[in-house]
Structure formats: C-alpha cells, structure tokens
C-alpha cells in the first residue's frame, strides 16, 4: 500500500516510469548543451568578446558541435594507469550526476497520456538525504579518476576535491536542518508544499545564504574551483582523461550544478510554485505552467554561477578550507540553535512576538560577545607569538648550532668567516649579514670583502 501522505507516488504504470525516466535525461542533457553556451556567451559579454555565433543560430549547436568532437577524438591512456578503476571513475561520476534528479520535483499533479500523475519520478520520507548520499557517492569518481591516472598532479587534484567537497557537504546538509524544522518532513515534495504562503529563504535567510556558499564549493565551480586549479595542478582530476572519458567529467560536472540549483530551488525558492505577483493568477500553479516557474528560478541560479566565474578570482586552499570549517559550519550550527528555541518558544512555551523578538536579541548579544571574546583571545595569541619571533630574530644566530650549516631565517643576523680567511689563519670580524642584504645585494660576495680587508 502506497502512504496517503504522498499521494501517486508508486502507482505509475510501467510505461510512464521509463517516459519519466527518459524525460529526465533530455531535459538535464539539454540544460548541460544549454548551460555551456550561455556561459560562454555571457563571460563573452562580461569580457567584451563575442562568444560563440557561428554554429546554428546564434551559436546555439556550438555546444553539441564540441560534444560530438570530444567523443570523436583520440583517446590516450597513460601507461600507468590502474584501467579497471580509469575506466569506471567517469561513469561513477556521471551516473551519479542524473540519479540525484530522481526527487526533484518539477511541478503538480498533470495528466499524461490519461493518467494522473505528479511531474515528479518518485519520492519519499528522506528525499533529501537521499540527494546528499548519491553526491556522496560521485565523489568516489572523482578521487578515484585521480588515484587511478597514476600521476602526481591527478591524484593532488583528486585529494583537493574529496576534502573540497566532504568538507562543504557538512555545511550543507546543516543548512538543510532549519529547512525540516520548518517543513517537518524531508520529502521534497512536502517541503515544497510547505513553502506556498512564504518561501523558505525569506524566514531561512542565513540557511538560504550557507547553503548558496557550500553549492559553489560542492561542485568545483569557480572561484572554489581549487581541485581544477590550473596554475598548480594543470587540469585537476582529470588532467590525464581524454575524448569521451573527458566528456563524461564534464556533463558530470555541469549536470551537479543543475542539481544544486534545483536543491535550492526546491528546498528555499518554493520549487515549482508561482512567485508573486504571479501567484495571484489562480491558474500559475496548476498543469504545467509551474514547469516553467522551475526552469526559470533553476537557470537564475545558474546564472549566479557563471557570474562569479566571471568576476571573481580563485582562492587560496588554506583560506577554502579555513573558511568551510571555521565559518561556515559553526555559523550553521547556531544558526539551528537559534531556529530550535523559536520553534520550542513558539509551540511549546506558547510565548507572544514580543517576548520571542526579546529571546532572539539576548541570542544574538550572547553570539556577538561570544564572537568578541574568541577573537580578543585570537589576537592576544597571535601577539605573542609575534613578539615571540622577534625575540628569537634578535637572539644571536649561529649557523652551526646543530652541526652542519643552516641558513637564518628573515631577520636573523649572524658573523660570517670565510674559508679562505680560516685556512689563511686570518681572524676578522665580519659586520652582521643579514638574509635581506642578501637579498638586496645578490652580487655580495663576502669572499671578496674578506680579502679586500
């Protein structure tokens, strides 16, 4: 027996699941064919070049044009490669990429062919979970594409990204938290459902804002696209892949970020619900016209991408990681403290607005001050550390304290003797040499000084 709760989901005849299914995998190829031309058209613009405009109209066939080229092309395996795991770490990874789609919904209840059916291929109690577990799982293609090329800068790119994106998927399935307490359900559809009178990221604010942050970092995408960074590790992962191996890698990649643009759609944006004023209209939520409300809240998102990769520079790893672990994910874990209390004083405690309004403040005076002392302590540790160099700058250095030569770090200072001084039995004392006369003057040459004298 299929639960009340979700309606039509598990009664679908045999027929309609495959037309789903298929439906599915053109719409997000589509939007994958799609999706690269309007990036390059729009970093064009952004650059003041032209992009692509000569293959179909507007350059529109540009993308299915270079898909076709890249399958066509020669394939080379480099000679260490493990080719078992070569061969299948690109299809974890695009496989991966089109079961997350298995819970988004797309729209209403319709009538296809007769039967009535939800724009949905399935769905059930933890819908989202079963997203993060499926993103979960590609990761396996992308470390293992990298282990198995049997290169260095692969499997550099391939550990970057698995910590990259284990590390952002923890701010994100916590941003997902507030959105149950909300919703009470982790269904996708019920979720959506839940949002008609106001969406989620307007209450939600700081969950909708986290997870923004961690969908970028989640799918490499500039500028955390640090795995693929090409001044350091020349193409990433996938540096030693070719022709159709290459092109899976890339649908991969593009068709995640059509899924977190869905996830956020779904989960913050009301899904395929009608945005106002639209949703005055009584018809903007019935048949399919909510289809194209999700299509275009999806391709905002989308934009959003491209726009970063545009204007924004790369960051730093330490500072990516830093920012993920120390920013992001105590932030979301207060953030759920904050949105638990409102919903215990709200339905238990039964406190008026006034008194919740109050309750929040002190929360937040209580954060800041917490914030206040952490960063007081922070800097009062990096002063001491600071005065603790100088210290050890000003000591006296000597190069030979641990039995072979050792050069001084930036600020030390230290007596020099030549050998050919020593072997002469010549003593002379040599003014201070500091590392930033060395640097300054790189022709010194104490050899010289020593004999001069």
Known sequence: MTDSTFGLFGTDPWWLVILKVLAIFVILVL????????????VSRMQNRIGPNRVGPQGLLQSLMDGIKLALKEEIIPKSAHLAVYWLAPVISATMAFLAFAVIPFGP???????????????FPVSVLYVLAIAS???????????????????????????????????????????????GSMSTSQIVIAQEPIWFAVILLPSFLIYCTAMVGETNRAPFDLPEAEGELVGGFHTEYSSLKFALFFLAEYINMVTVSAMATTLFLGGYLAPWPLSLWEGANQGWWPMLWWLIKVQIFIFIFIWLRGTLPRMRYDQFMRFGWKVLIPVSIAWIMIVSLARVLRDDVSLTTTEILISGAVVIVLLILASWVIQTRADRRNRAREDAEAAAAAAPFDPMEAGFPVPPMPGQSFTYTSRRAAAQGNTIVQEPVTTSRSVEDPTHDPDEESTHG
């Open 109 to 123: 209840e319709v009538s296809i062919f007769g039967v009535v059916t939800p724009l949905q291929l399935t769905d």
């Open 31 to 42: 939007l994958t064919l799609f999706t690269i031309w309007w990036e390059r058209r729009v």
């Open 137 to 183: 799982i590609g990761i396996y293609g992308i470390v293992l594409g990298g282990w198995a090329s049997g290169s260095t800068y692969p499997l550099l790119g391939g550990i970057r990204s698995s910590a990259q994106m284990i590390s952002y998927e923890i701010a994100m399935g916590l941003s997902f938290v507030a959105v149950f307490l909300f919703a």
